[in-house]
């Protein structure tokens, strides 16, 4: 095993694991792309970031756990499960440049629209997305592209801005419905034949900077200001979207 590669591996888990810690999503977008630079399977990339996303999510379960919002989580969750099929049919079947294409451009543009839109409009979306029947497609786009290419987060942070969640409810829906969706994509991955020896060996050595990185995202979090989260939030979805593009270029 090359030692080199274990230690780039875990830098690019360390940053991606970072992001998550402190704003409750974006690692895979983070970690794919610099994992995608070095020499090791695509399936293994995929089995690894959900495997460390599964773990930054259970750690801080405990804390988010009490801020959930049981109707949407449940009805969200349901709809995940139904989307993770679809998500190990959409790898095999469409080339991902064009699911990446897409998913890039809606993310760049509800950015935009976000940060300098009409705020009557927003307030008219905020009303709207009350209905929790709303969080249904949500769920199932947050299954098929976590299945896919772990990236079951951005639809799930989507529907949370449209709600326009304070920080505490935000990271608190969002990391409950990574432990209860990340569950269920880690299974389908193990029953895909993604987990092998390699993909362990990444992880245990890929631990202590993860832990590094819930330590330091933590102390990040404490330090922002509560009236400016979600105007970050939507800064970050915008440089999401620019990654997810430059992946297919």
Aim: proline content about 4%; overall charge positive.
């Amino acid at each position: 095993m090359d030692y080199l590669l274990i230690l780039l591996v875990a830098g690019a888990i360390f940053l991606g694991s970072l992001m998550r810690s402190t704003f409750g999503f974006g690692d895979a977008v983070v970690s794919m792309p610099l994992l995608a630079l070095l020499p090791i399977p695509f399936f293994v990339a995929v089995a690894l970031v959900g495997l460390v996303g599964f773990t930054v999510a259970v750690v801080f379960a405990y804390s988010g756990w009490q801020d959930k919002d049981n109707i949407v989580l449940t009805k969200m969750s349901i709809a995940t499960v139904v989307g993770i099929p679809f998500g190990l049919m959409l790898i095999q079947l469409v080339d991902q440049k064009w699911v990446k294409l897409i998913l890039g451009l809606l993310l760049i543009s509800y950015a935009l629209y976000s940060l300098f839109g009409p705020k009557d409009q927003h307030e008219k979306l905020e009303k709207t997305f009350q209905n929790s029947n709303y969080s249904i497609p949500f769920g199932f786009f947050s299954g098929m592209l976590g299945s896919a290419y772990n990236t079951n987060g951005t639809p799930v942070v989507l529907y949370a801005t449209l709600r326009n969640w304070g920080p505490r409810a935000f990271r608190g829906n969002v990391q409950s419905h990574f432990i209860i969706s990340s569950s269920f994509i880690l299974l389908s991955h193990f029953l895909s034949g993604f987990w092998t020896k390699e993909v362990g060996i990444y992880y245990l050595a890929s631990l202590p900077a993860v832990l590094l990185a819930v330590l330091l995202g933590n102390a990040i979090y404490r330090r922002i200001d509560t009236s400016k989260f979600r105007n970050y939030v939507f800064y970050l979805i915008f440089i999401l979207g620019l990654l997810t593009l430059y992946e297919i270029f």
